[in-house]
T-cell receptor, first 119, second 110 residues
Framework: GAGVSQSPSNKVTEKGKDVELRCDPISGHTALYWYRQSLGQGLEFLIYFQGNSAPDKSGLPSDRFSAERTGGSVSTLTIQRTQQEDSAVYLC?????????????????FGPGTRLLVL | QKEVEQNSGPLSVPEGAIASLNCTYSDRGSQSFFWYRQYSGKSPELIMSIYSNGDKEDGRFTAQLNKASQYVSLLIRDSQPSDSATYLCAVGTSYGKLTFGQGTILTVHP
């Protein structure tokens, strides 16, 4: 079956421009997560969706970052007025149930990521 | 103190040896623990999940969890050059996010 897909795979933009990153989770997965990975660093949590709502958006670095999810499926991460420090790989992951499944965290399946470079 | 700590390495082992990767975490409420492998330029892929104290074995991989000591480890037996990658320890609580360590770079040399 199809895994998590993300687009674009690479994005080069100029400082100050807005960018949109897209994630298509595994079909039927209700939980969706965005992470950021800077060069040589671990993964930094950004936001978690359960269905279309975001119970935890604590990891968004600033108000330039926003995300939405529609139809319980596709999610878009938007970065406004990009800065050079936004350059990173943005990873999306999904899991079958998420919080609604109880106290144990389920396996998250990752997409290939979007490599963002802000010049 | 970081929430999830790993030795960044690099850890270098000869082919056929046992590689031992360690991880400590600070949140005693953590319930779920994962090891992901990440090849350079690729996304993380799950190797093992563990939820209860003790050992869990899957092929050449064994995950060990000790909640009292807030410690989780991954052993790779009969290490192969193809095991060379960054290994990420991830810890989950009941509310939906994983906290990752910085990753340990493993190199298996022939």
């Amino acid at each position: 079956g199809a895994g998590v897909s993300q687009s674009p795979s690479n994005k080069v933009t100029e400082k100050g421009k807005d960018v949109e990153l897209r994630c298509d989770p595994i079909s039927g997965h209700t939980a969706l997560y965005w992470y950021r990975q800077s060069l040589g660093q671990g993964l930094e949590f950004l936001i978690y969706f359960q269905g279309n709502s975001a119970p935890d958006k604590s990891g968004l670095p600033s108000d330039r970052f926003s995300a939405e999810r529609t139809g319980g499926s596709v999610s878009t991460l938007t970065i406004q007025r990009t800065q050079q420090e936004d350059s990173a790989v943005y990873l999306c992951a999904s899991s079958p149930v998420g919080l609604a499944g109880g106290p144990f965290q389920e396996t998250q399946y990752f997409g290939p990521g979007t490599r963002l470079l802000v010049l | 103190q970081k929430e999830v700590e790993q030795n960044s390495g690099p850890l270098s082992v000869p082919e056929g040896a046992i590689a031992s990767l360690n991880c400590t975490y600070s949140d005693r409420g953590s319930q779920s623990f994962f090891w992901y492998r990440q090849y350079s330029g690729k996304s993380p892929e799950l190797i093992m999940s563990i939820y209860s104290n003790g050992d869990k074995e899957d092929g050449r991989f064994t995950a060990q969890l000790n909640k009292a000591s807030q410690y989780v480890s991954l052993l790779i037996r009969d290490s192969q050059p193809s095991d060379s990658a960054t290994y990420l320890c991830a810890v989950g609580t009941s509310y939906g996010k994983l906290t990752f360590g910085q990753g340990t770079i493993l190199t298996v040399h022939p």
